[in-house]
Nanobody, 123 residues
Framework: VQLQASGGGMGQAGGSLRLSCSAS????????MGWFRQAPAKAREFVAA????????YYEDFAQGRFTISRDNARNTVYLQMNMLKPEDTAVYYC?????????????????WGQGTQVTVSS
């Protein structure tokens, strides 16, 4: 499956941004989807994930209560709504796809990755 992330940009602390990840390829709706991020000089970290049918979502602690992951399988698109942004949310955000099952927070569980979209939050 091929992934295309979009929606990044500049935001202010306390504001909101919504990222989108469009999937193409056969049976894209069968894939579990995740968002990861990588800040300069830091390791890539898990943000959120959603299973293939949207029934289950998973969040890293920093994202819980501020970010919401959702998907529209009719549009083959996954979203990450980010509210109450903080300067430490500044990073390149990547969407990823895989047949996961259980370890949604492990980047090695994902087979396909989008190109990343930059999010910059100013104070």
């Amino acid at each position: 499956v091929q992934l295309q992330a979009s929606g990044g940009g500049m935001g202010q602390a306390g504001g909101s941004l919504r990222l989108s990840c469009s999937a193409s390829g056969r049976a894209a709706s069968n894939y579990d989807m995740g968002w990861f991020r990588q800040a300069p000089a830091k390791a890539r970290e898990f943000v959120a994930a959603i299973n293939h049918n949207g029934e289950n979502t998973y969040y890293e602690d920093f994202a819980q209560g501020r970010f919401t992951i959702s998907r529209d399988n009719a549009r083959n698109t996954v979203y990450l709504q980010m509210n109450m942004l903080k300067p430490e949310d500044t990073a390149v955000y990547y969407c990823a796809a895989g047949i996961i099952g259980h370890d949604y927070g492990d980047y090695a569980s994902y087979d396909s990755w989008g190109q990343g979209t930059q999010v910059t939050v100013s104070s």
